[in-house]
């Protein structure tokens, strides 16, 4: 019940967004990208346990080979690193956790109340890297080597932390994410667990709180933010069991530290307390708490782990510069085909209409598109009619097609030639025109060579010459006194 009020006074004090489930495009580039680094955690181990055998080893060939291994090693672990700052900066807008610049990074600052920084502004800086060693500045003053002072335990402390955390918020503002999450909304419910942290170490009272109670109350943080993280039932159980193995984890913190202040003397009503609100636990064990408010990172540390967010947040906001340009182009190409399909469309439908005879609405634009950008817009139309002269009433509609298509100005349209009815209706008029001045000549009989005779060609008639008078015929001769025939003196009798 104190922690349910403590939670809604923490509401009033930090005004929070209207957090809500991503859309289903936004978790699937996150997904994307909590895969890709999944995929790379794998070689990773791979790397890892070849670089221990090698390391075993005591050959000159394992020496070389494992001086190989170190290098490929650390290139896997900033690819995935890359890849998980990447999943961050699209969760962080995608559910509106907090506010962000257009690339993604988040532009919130507070005064944090932290002792060692005593009110100075602190921008939230989120970096996705490993655990490793840093110095911290404590309340007093006092550096401290974290995650221990001792040198030799620096290596399994973090191995520690890897298995047991997926990140840490300093009491200046700088949050460490690790741990790879497995759904978009799991990484939310991180990043909203976070934020919160970084948001209570600017009130002096959540600042001097002991570090499992934060972790508590930002656990109820966590709790009432479900509804507006998952996008479903399934996701919703999901996070709440897992806040609650997280809430499990931390009443064990917290019972340790009661019983710490009990061994140094605590009061009887404090004792009561204890009993009253946390409950018995199997055998407790110590676990790093995921904010560390009591300490702020060193001025060396500080400078380092800038660095590292700097260099990834200046190459991850290159990638989705690129990304954006490239599907910036991607969409123009897609917008310039499809409009270059309706302006096909359009001209062959109006191409149609106007040797019809039906009224059509104007086509400019859509002409002057395709003789502007596509030399093969003829091309393109004649293959468009051959579809349609199916459907042609007649062979002369399909001639006035043609012969639309093929009065199209060439391409570029030098001459800015505007294709509307009154050009469709003088194109007509000038073929009309044409054909009526100059007949088409007869086609000449075909001189390919046939298998059959020869066609017979009729020599060309002569014209018809003008008629002359007929000669006079000679008079006849007078009619003589019948002679016999005689040949060298002999007479032949006829009778």
């Not at 204890?274 to 300490?295: Q, R, Y």
């Amino acid at each position: 019940m104190i922690r349910g009020l403590l939670c809604l006074l923490a509401f009033g004090v930090f005004p929070a967004l209207a957090i809500h489930p991503a859309t289903q495009a936004a978790r699937d580039q996150i997904q994307l990208e909590l895969d890709e680094v999944s995929r790379i955690e794998g070689k990773i181990i791979d790397a890892t346990r070849k670089l221990n055998g090698e390391r075993a080893a005591v050959s000159l060939e394992s020496k070389q080979r494992a001086k190989t291994l170190e290098s490929s090693l650390l290139s896997l672990k900033r690819e995935r690193d890359l890849a998980y700052q990447r999943a961050i900066r699209l969760a962080l807008p995608a559910y509106d956790i907090v506010p962000t610049d257009e690339p993604g990074a988040p532009t919130e600052t507070g005064d944090m109340a932290t002792p060692p920084l005593g009110g100075a502004q602190r921008p939230w800086i989120v970096v996705a890297m490993e655990p490793q060693a840093l110095t911290l500045e404590a309340g007093d003053g006092k550096l401290h080597p974290w995650p221990t002072d001792n040198p030799k335990q620096v290596d399994d402390e973090v191995q520690g932390l890897l298995g047991t955390k997926n990140a840490i918020t300093f009491g200046n503002g700088i949050t460490l994410i690790w741990g790879g999450m497995k759904t978009p909304e799991e990484l939310a419910r991180l990043l909203h667990h976070e934020h919160k942290h970084f948001q209570l170490f600017q009130e002096k009272k959540w600042a001097r709180k002991t570090t499992a109670e934060r972790e508590l109350e930002v656990l109820d943080f966590d709790a009432a933010a479900v509804s507006s993280i998952a996008h479903d039932e399934a996701s919703a159980r999901h996070l709440r069991n897992l806040i609650a193995d997280r809430k499990t984890d931390a009443l064990a913190a917290r019972r340790e530290e009661l019983r710490k202040e009990q061994e140094l003397g605590m009061t009887g009503r404090a004792q009561r307390w204890v009993h009253k609100t946390v409950p018995f636990l199997s055998p407790p064990h110590e676990e790093i708490a995921s904010s560390l408010g009591d300490f702020s990172a060193s001025a060396s540390s500080l400078k380092e782990v800038r660095k590292r967010a700097v260099a990834l947040n200046k190459q991850v906001t290159r990638q989705f510069e690129e990304r954006r340009l490239a599907e910036q182009e991607q969409r123009r190409r897609e917008e310039q085909a499809r409009v270059e399909r309706d302006d096909f469309q359009f001209a062959i439908y109006w191409i149609f209409n106007e040797c019809r005879g039906t009224p059509s609405l104007p086509i400019q634009g859509n002409f002057a598109r395709l003789l502007a950008t596509r030399p093969d817009a003829r091309k393109t139309l004649r293959r468009l009619a051959s579809f349609e002269y199916t459907k042609a009433e007649n062979a002369v509609l399909s001639e006035c097609v043609e012969l639309l298509i093929r009065s199209l100005p060439d391409y570029p349209n030098a001459e800015q030639i505007e294709i509307d009815r009154n050009w469709a209706r003088r194109v007509r008029h000038e073929a009309n025109e044409r054909a009526t001045v100059h007949p088409p000549a007869k086609s000449l009989p075909s001189v390919t060579r046939r298998s059959g005779p020869l066609p017979v060609i009729p020599y060309p008639s002569q014209p018809p010459q003008p008629q002359q008078p007929a000669p006079a015929q000679p008079a006849p001769e007078p009619e003589r006194p019948y002679m016999k025939p005689c040949i060298n003196g002999r007479c032949l009798d006829l009778h």
